[in-house]
T-cell receptor, first 116, second 109 residues
Framework: GAVVSQHPSWVICKSGTSVKIECRSLDFQATTMFWYRQFPKQSLMLMATSNEGSKATYEQGVEKDKFLINHASLTLSTLTVTSAHPEDSSFYIC????????????FGPGTRLLVL | KQEVTQIPAALSVPEGENLVLNCSFTDSAIYNLQWFRQDPGKGLTSLLLIQSSQREQTSGRLNASLDKSSGRSTLYIAASQPGDSATYLCAVNTGKLIFGQGTTLQVKP
């Protein structure tokens, strides 16, 4: 149980385009989802926290107009990178937190984004 | 501001060795601490979670300890195997997870 999926697993896009990444909790209801970014050989950095049905809370230094997060249901959150640029190239990982085990976050497999 | 540090950054050992990975954090006000494994290009797999009131947790060949007062945790891996090769991340939960930089482990056959 407690499986989180992400789609797509990797994406290549041209600079200036927008990219949407989906995060789904497959077998549990995720009241809260988290989005992280990981640059090569670096650790995960929390970008934002989203609760179902409400606006996301962004970490300091993360542009909310650039990284649009929608958590419209208890099983789906989306991250849209708007007007992507090469410096946005990174590994994006989501996690979900909810019933029945609220002690830990369950992580998705990640999405690798390459902006040319 | 909570900061999490992991030492060493990289470690290479022969198969069969016991090893210890270290994690330190600057603020003892945490709910719990978690150790994760990350394979290259993959997501995270949770290994062990230690509540702030606990001292250690064990799962198979893995044992994690927590000394909240000194801001330290260790992950002990017994009888290491090549399949243990991965990056190990520790994270403290302060209401959100704050990760260390990770220790990349290579176990040579």
């Amino acid at each position: 149980g407690a499986v989180v999926s992400q789609h797509p697993s990797w994406v290549i896009c041209k600079s200036g385009t927008s990219v949407k990444i989906e995060c789904r909790s497959l077998d549990f209801q995720a009241t809260t989802m988290f989005w992280y970014r990981q640059f090569p050989k670096q650790s995960l950095m929390l970008m934002a926290t989203s609760n179902e049905g409400s606006k996301a809370t962004y970490e300091q230094g993360v542009e909310k107009d650039k990284f649009l997060i929608n958590h419209a249901s208890l099983t789906l959150s989306t991250l849209t990178v708007t007007s992507a640029h090469p410096e946005d190239s990174s590994f994006y990982i989501c996690s979900a937190w909810g019933q029945p085990n609220q002690e830990t976050q369950y992580f998705g497999p990640g999405t690798r984004l390459l902006v040319l | 501001k909570q900061e999490v540090t992991q030492i060493p950054a990289a470690l290479s050992v022969p198969e069969g060795e016991n090893l210890v990975l270290n994690c330190s954090f600057t603020d003892s006000a945490i709910y719990n601490l978690q150790w994760f494994r990350q394979d290259p290009g993959k997501g995270l797999t949770s290994l062990l979670l230690i509540q702030s009131s606990q001292r250690e947790q064990t799962s198979g060949r893995l044992n994690a300890s927590l000394d909240k007062s000194s801001g330290r945790s260790t992950l002990y891996i017994a009888a290491s195997q090549p399949g243990d090769s991965a990056t190990y991340l520790c994270a403290v939960n302060t209401g959100k997870l704050i990760f260390g930089q990770g220790t990349t482990l290579q176990v040579k056959p």
